[in-house]
């Protein structure tokens, strides 16, 4: 009850979050020099159009008159918040943004899952045994990878890695590696990973393994591109953090208490080791975000970043407004996810105060 | 190393109460053996220094002109145009005193070590280079004086601190021995103050450093001939400059290649090779750093700025004025950060705003809105922890207006902290202007100009080809610089704040945006 209790309060307190988000992406798109109207139509539009444009923009009535920011601002938060995103104007005119949206969701959704996972899977592990063999030829190198690792910009790296993979380059063999995939571009896998059995005359839809397969493979390198930043965080702070609880008290005791090292390790260090790391790995996804932009411009990913990208070039103010929304909402889930994480791992750290 | 002065109660009565003048005076052999050396070093590079100070004049006044004229624009246009007019004619006077600058002769300068030459034969000795040298020689002697001479600056820096400490300072110790102690055996930030400095170095002498100049070979490359041998005809011949670079351009295949350390057909030396466009990368890449610094720099400054006075505002005054704090500063961090830079840059296309300084003055002045939450939320707790204390209180009691009392009495207790931080997060305003001008379509630094991360974007394609140098070279300077920040920030932290141990939050500051 009491951890429920708890989820609401954070859900509460990530209502003022979203409203302060979508307050300051209505000031920048609407209080700005920028105009939709230029943008949409050009300069020397037809004004009958001109007229028409501004009336589903919202900014003037059907009668000429121009909206009240205040109205505009408000119809502005209750559209957005009610996934009432409107129609593109640019980047494909007319079709509606949510599914425009929606369509681009899966490429970015499986990107960053593999990104998360491939960080933690590599990430926390080095830093494990950096700390746990500190001031060793293998700790130094862990922790100066991790360093510059982290100092390498993600389009960069993308910029290298679809280069090498690309027909001609040193890594050209792995799209024919296992089975045959693209690396660039957005795999048709991702689309089919349900196929289906007919089962005494109904469809019943089964995961295609052999598309999950196609799919992994082709995200990879993508995946572990976006997710490098954050496993240079990792290498560093896991290694921080096995150092310090390491050399603790409780350690000792455990030691003298005859217990083995590997329990020792297991249930006492990583365990420890994890608090310290847990706002690093949900800070990956400030980091995420951003990066997913410039992975998937690179990559070709038909994803929520390379949308956005276009929605600037485009200027297309209901896309940039629909996907912050969804930035924002993604954002303030994991800072949910992460706080209830933390109780599960330190059950000390309080229900009742909870953090920041 | 520490002063050596040995006191009697007079003699210390005495230094406590003298002027700096009056104790250089009583004992000013160290002073004079300092300054004259000093006075050597800056001879060297009289002209080239002169430039430089009405270059920052000049931009000082372009940046602070163009704030004013917002301010006025909002209330009148006239008033604006006015302001606008009065930075032209100022602008154009400071151009002319930079111009006449620029004449003066320096060690340094491309006129004394030129490295632009042609052969008279196929295998002839070389006309116009540093003593008959070959180009890539004589680009060689003169980068590496550069650097020597850049070293040579900043020791003699590090040597009047000493200078004055030993011999000047009414204090015996003061807490930044300390830190500079701290920072004599702390490798890693060793590391990084040098990564700094041969990055600062290549930013100030850009156009000394590049074996040709941005004008010639980059921004007007149809305005200059160039004369070269051509082995065809045998003879001697001229050409422009864009003809040559036409010519000389990186496109992977065949022999349409100019790899780093090499010569294209028209005698010029290209030690980062050339790029797409024939330019040569070098050239672009020290011009580049120019703008990366200074864009980098401004906007921290920008970001310590809003963050401090917003912070000692808040602790100050408390309530209203901290819960509106709070909530600005949340709206901005609950976009993520790439997000809103580009947005905010879409939002300012085609502004005038956009072009000062080539797009970097804006790109700074977003950058700074937009970090500033991260360096507030770091001296925030400090800020507010000393508003409680009771010298505070008794200030305000005492009458004293509150922004005395801020600036005396809180400041210098949180100042520490901005340093640490804001070092701590320059790197990724780094990578993430580069992204921007990676990214290109007038969001970041606008073309022709120099920007690293659009020197990355035009090397994309040929990454696996034999023109890998186009995007490889400009991404390892940015990690090199951004590794070599990251050491500094961290060399910085452990030297202010020995206590302190790199925590989460620093990380998570120091990871910043993602580029």
């Given at each position: ?27 920048i798109?609407?209080?700005s020099p920028f ?322 | ?51 430089g100070v009405l270059l920052v004049l000049d931009s000082a006044l372009v940046g602070v002109s163009a704030l004013v004229e917002v301010t006025v624009g909002l ?5 604006a145009k006015?302001v606008l007019g009065f930075q032209q004619s100022a602008s154009g006077?400071l151009d002319?005193?930079r ?101 600062t170095?290549?930013a100030l002498?850009a ?7 941005v004008?010639?070979?980059?921004e ?67 011009m580049g750093a120019r703008i990366s610094l200074t864009v980098s720099a401004l906007s921290i400054i920008f970001a310590g700025l809003i963050a ?24 901005i961090?609950?976009?993520?950060q790439l997000?809103l830079l580009l947005m905010v840059a879409m939002a300012f296309q085609g502004h005038w705003l956009a072009g000062v300084f080539n797009g970097g003055f804006l790109l700074a002045l977003v950058f700074g809105a937009t970090s500033w ?49 804001g070092?701590?997060s320059v790197?990724s305003i780094v990578i993430a202007l580069s992204a921007l001008s990676f990214i290109g379509s007038g969001l970041g630094i606008n073309p022709p100009t120099p920007a690293w991360g659009r ?58 945006t993602?580029?």
């Open positions: 009850m009491n951890k429920l209790l708890y989820l609401a309060k954070r859900l509460v307190l990530g209502v003022p979050v979203v409203l302060f988000g979508l307050t300051m992406t209505f000031l798109l609407y209080l105009d939709p109207m230029t943008a949409i139509l050009g300069r020397d539009a037809d004004p009958e159009t001109a007229r028409q444009v501004a009336v589903a923009l919202g900014i003037r009535y059907p009668d000429g008159t121009p909206v009240p920011l205040w109205i505009q601002y408000k119809n502005f938060l209750v559209d957005t918040i009610t996934f009432n995103f409107g129609q593109s104007w640019v980047v494909t005119r007319g079709q509606s943004v949510g599914t425009l949206v929606w369509e681009r969701m899966p490429a970015t959704v499986w990107l960053g899952f593999w990104s998360v996972v491939i960080a933690l899977l590599v990430g926390i592990p080095l830093g494990l045994y950096a700390g746990l063999r500190s001031n060793t030829w293998g700790d130094y190198t862990a922790s100066f990878g991790g360093i510059v690792w982290r100092a390498m910009p993600n389009f960069w790296l993308a910029v290298m890695l679809a280069g090498l993979l690309s027909a001609g380059g040193a890594l050209s063999f792995y799209r024919g590696f296992l089975i045959p995939t693209e690396v660039i571009g957005t795999s048709n896998a991702l689309k089919n990973m349900l196929g289906s059995v007919a089962l005494g005359g109904i469809s019943v839809p089964v995961p295609n393994f052999y598309n999950w397969a196609v799919a992994f493979k082709w995200i990879l390198p993508a995946a572990l591109v976006l997710g490098s930043s954050s496993m240079g965080n990792e290498v560093r702070i896991g290694r921080t953090a096995v150092l310090e609880s390491i050399n603790a008290p409780y350690i000792e005791t455990a030691k003298a208490k005859g217990l083995s090292t590997k329990t020792i390790i297991g249930k006492h260090v990583a365990r420890n080791a994890m608090i310290p790391l847990l706002p690093v790995i949900m800070g990956e996804f400030y980091l995420l975000i951003g990066g997913s932009l410039l992975v998937e411009l690179v990559f070709g990913i038909r994803g929520m970043g390379n949308l956005y990208l276009s929605a600037i070039f485009a200027s297309d103010v209901p896309i940039i407004g629909a996907l912050t929304y969804v930035f924002i909402l993604i954002l303030v889930f994991f800072n949910i996810a992460q706080d209830i994480a933390y109780t599960v791992i330190d059950p000390r750290i309080g229900l009742e105060g909870g953090t920041e | 190393m520490c002063a050596t002065v040995t006191d009697t109660t007079d003699e210390r009565d005495l230094r406590d109460e003298t002027t700096l003048r009056d104790r250089v005076l009583a004992n000013p052999m160290p002073a004079l053996t300092w300054s004259a050396v000093a006075l050597g070093l800056l001879a060297l590079e009289f002209g080239a220094f002169l430039a209330f009148s246009q006239a008033g006015t006077v002319g005193f111009s006449t600058a620029n004449s003066l002769p320096t060690l340094l300068s491309r006129e004394t070590i030129p490295n632009q030459g042609y052969q008279t034969s196929a295998d002839g000795a070389w006309e116009n280079t540093f003593m008959g040298l070959e180009p890539g020689i004589a680009w060689a002697i003169r980068a590496t004086l550069v650097y020597v001479y850049a070293g040579a600056i900043a020791y003699w820096a590090f040597r009047g601190w000493d200078v004055f400490r030993t011999h000047y300072r009414n204090a015996d110790w003061s807490p930044r021995d300390d830190v500079v102690d701290r920072l004599r055996d702390h490798r890693w930030a060793q590391f990084g103050i040098i990564v700094v400095l041969v990055f170095t290549m002498f156009p000394a450093l590049g074996p040709t100049t004008g010639q070979n980059i007007s490359p149809y305005s200059h001939e160039i004369q070269y041998f051509d082995s065809e005809s045998g003879e001697v011949e001229t050409a422009f400059v864009g003809d040559a670079n036409f010519n000389s351009k990186s496109k992977g295949n065949g022999n349409q290649n100019v790899g780093p350390m090499s010569y294209d057909d028209f005698g010029r030396f290209h030690p980062f090779g050339t790029l797409t466009n024939g330019r040569d990368l070098f050239t672009f890449i020290a401090i006075i917003m912070s000692l505002a808040s602790a100050y005054y408390k309530g209203i004025v901290d819960l509106a704090t709070i909530l600005a500063a949340d709206g961090t609950s976009i993520p997000l939450p991260g360096l507030w939320r770091a001296v925030r707790g400090p800020a507010l922890q000393v508003s409680e204390e009771e010298w505070i209180d008794a200030a305000r009691s005492f009458g004293q207006r509150p922004s005395v009392t801020m600036r005396k009495h809180m400041l210098p207790y949180v100042l520490p902290y901005l340093l640490i931080y070092s701590m790197g020197a990355i974007s035009m090397g994309r394609e040929y990454v696996s080809t034999q023109s890998w140098h186009i995007a490889f070279i400009p991404g390892t300077m940015i990690v090199v610089l951004v590794t070599g920040l990251n050491a500094f920030g961290d060399g910085i932290r452990d030297a202010i704040d020995p206590e302190s141990e790199g925590g989460a939050e620093e990380e998570a500051a120091a990871g910043g993602a580029g």
